[in-house]
């Protein structure tokens, strides 16, 4: 009620600004894999034990990058969990300073709710990330960040797309 006892009407403006903060307030408290029932991960969760960041002074040559990498086995299982997704032509190949992603879930802008399989070529790079070293993989899509772990002699990357609030990390492994 205003101060004339009559009932206040909302401008259309208003409405639409009381939904998007509404929205916004939600999708905040909420991240969309958690709407969608998906279980969201941090980036190191189901890097297995003994595999640890690579230090700073841990910087890989990016010849030891280049190459095939593939899902490892719990990202592969995930993956074939879903059932439009052939897992097994899901690959990320690092050339000199160019990649090729093919077939990784990606929620996209313009795609949410919807999950979208996408396969990108662009430029990448080794950045370093805090106390650890990454790979930061450039396209006009959107951008994907790896962090990488040793294991043995093995290298791990943990690649998440986009926003990691709605898209889930994928661990990769380089197949020799």
């Given at each position: 009620m205003n101060g004339d006892g009559k009932s206040a009407k909302l401008s259309p403006g208003r409405i639409f600004f009381l939904c998007a903060t509404g929205v916004a307030l939600v999708y905040s408290v909420y991240s969309l894999p958690g709407i969608l029932g998906l279980k969201g991960r941090g980036p190191a969760e189901g890097v297995a034990r003994g595999v640890a960041p690579l230090p700073p002074s841990g910087?890989?040559?990016?010849?030891e990058l280049?190459?095939?990498?593939?899902p490892d086995e719990a990202t592969a299982a995930r993956l074939g969990g879903l059932s439009s997704w052939p897992p097994a032509a899901t690959r990320l190949d690092l050339g000199k300073g160019s990649f090729e992603l093919v077939g990784v879930p990606y929620f996209s802008p313009r795609s949410v709710?919807?999950?979208?399989l996408a396969s990108w070529r662009g430029s990448w790079n080794l950045y370093r990330q805090q106390d650890t070293w990454a790979v930061y993989l450039m396209h006009q899509e959107a951008e994907g960040r790896g962090l990488l772990y040793r294991e043995g002699a093995e290298y791990r990357m943990v690649l998440t797309l986009g926003?990691?609030?709605?898209?889930?990390?994928?661990s990769f492994v380089r197949r020799r």
């Open positions: 910087k890989p040559a990016e010849t280049t190459g095939v990498w593939v709710p919807r999950v979208q926003d990691p609030s709605v898209n889930e990390p994928l």
